[in-house]
């Protein structure tokens, strides 16, 4: 099966080549495609000096934009199954297999990898578990799945699903919402067990100040989301 990698980099100078390098000598079988969204740094310059397979976005679009990037990408190249991993080296790709195990099986349609089913490795900060078990709890009351880690971006999905995404995809803060939007539309989400590594470089958009204000957001969001789909099936 034809297996894209998206990389979705915004001021990811300092790791993104060893993210790559990593992929393309230790996991040669996996195509990859880097989304530069707009950095202000040199990971566009460091991009094109090792000749890595890339697009530049001309303005920075978020996490959402850049990853439906690549996925209208990952349709128009006809693979079979995309999958999202963190520019900062915190996605180890030596779970990608285990990834994508339960869709090549027909087991589900979106696979998500999980720091917190067998609890090893980083576990992120107090206030973000906090709100991850909040969102967790939203989740279940919009679409009756119980997902443990909710905002994880490291996850897989199907070709269907994949079209799906390239065409309907959250800008803001996407991940828990995919969550919702593909069980509602059918398509069924599995979690599967990884090991996480703590950010080396770079600051996470995320920080303990705004972990609050997003937990409110992304709930009010799914909220709204769950009513205004289910007043279009009305």
Do not use: W
Request: proline content about 3%; some cysteine.
């Amino acid at each position: 099966m034809k297996v894209l990698v998206i990389i979705p980099a915004y001021n990811e100078e300092k790791s993104i080549e060893k993210v790559v390098e990593n992929l393309i000598n230790n996991y040669p079988q996996y195509d990859y495609l880097i989304v530069n969204d707009g950095s202000k740094d040199r990971t566009e310059e460091i991009c094109r000096e090792k000749n890595y397979n890339f697009v530049t976005l001309p303005i920075n679009l978020g996490i959402g934009g850049g990853v439906q990037t690549g996925y209208m990408y990952a349709v128009k190249n006809d693979y079979d199954i995309a999958i999202q991993i963190d520019g900062d080296g915190q996605h180890n790709p030596e779970y990608i297999e285990k990834l994508i195990e339960p869709i090549i099986k027909g087991e589900a349609d979106m696979t998500i990898g999980s720091r917190f089913i067998e609890k090893e490795g980083f576990q992120t900060s107090f206030m973000r578990r906090m709100g991850i078990n909040i969102i967790r709890g939203v989740i279940k009351m919009c679409c009756g799945v119980t997902v443990k880690d909710t905002t994880s971006g490291f996850r897989a999905s199907s070709k269907s699903l994949t079209k799906y995404f390239s065409e309907n995809y959250a800008q803001d803060y996407p991940e828990p919402e995919a969550i919702v939007t593909s069980v509602l539309n059918g398509y069924s989400v599995k979690e599967v067990p990884v090991v996480m590594n703590e950010r080396e470089e770079g600051v996470s958009s995320i920080n303990a100040t705004k972990s609050v204000y997003y937990m409110i957001k992304v709930s009010l969001a799914l909220i709204l989301h769950r009513l205004g789909y289910q007043k279009k099936r009305n």
